[in-house]
């Protein structure tokens, strides 16, 4: 579902308009559409909570907000790799999955 710039400051309570439009800005939230009439996927409406969450909730000062971002989308980009890596394996013969998961085991990498 995607929203306007209005709409979505009206649909989450604490977001002030001149905050989403520097965080436009600033590039931590991206709109498709016109300059005027900005329109935010569902997952940048999701974005804009979580920036809103960092800033008026966890106070996150606004110059601290693009390096927190920044470390946000640094740990989605490396678990979406990890996934990836983990179909890779999971489409191997056995042998090669279990060579893996035992030199896993080796390094200390099984979670435990």
């Known amino acids: 579902m995607t ?4 709409e979505l400051v009206e649909a989450i309570d604490t977001l002030r308009h001149e905050d989403l439009e520097a965080w436009m800005r ?3 939230v991206h709109a498709s559409g016109e300059a005027e009439e900005p329109v935010f996927s569902e997952a940048e409406c999701a974005r ?3 920036i809103c969450s960092l800033h008026y909730d966890m106070e996150i000062a ?3 907000l693009p ?3 920044g470390l946000v989308d640094q ?4 678990r979406r790799q990890l996934h990836a890596l983990s179909a890779a394996v999971l489409e ?4 090669i999955r279990s060579l893996v998961l ?11």
Do not use: K, N, P, Y
């Not at 191997?92 to 042998?95: A, L, P, S, V, Y």
């Open 3 to 6: 929203m306007h710039l209005d």
């Open 102 to 112: 035992t030199r896993l085991h080796a390094r200390g990498a099984s979670g435990e």
């Open 62 to 64: 606004s110059d601290a």
């Open 75 to 78: 740990l989605h980009e490396t």
């Open 26 to 28: 600033a590039s931590l």
């Open 48 to 50: 804009v909570r979580m």
């Open 67 to 69: 390096v927190v971002i």
């Open 92 to 95: 191997q013969d056995e042998d």
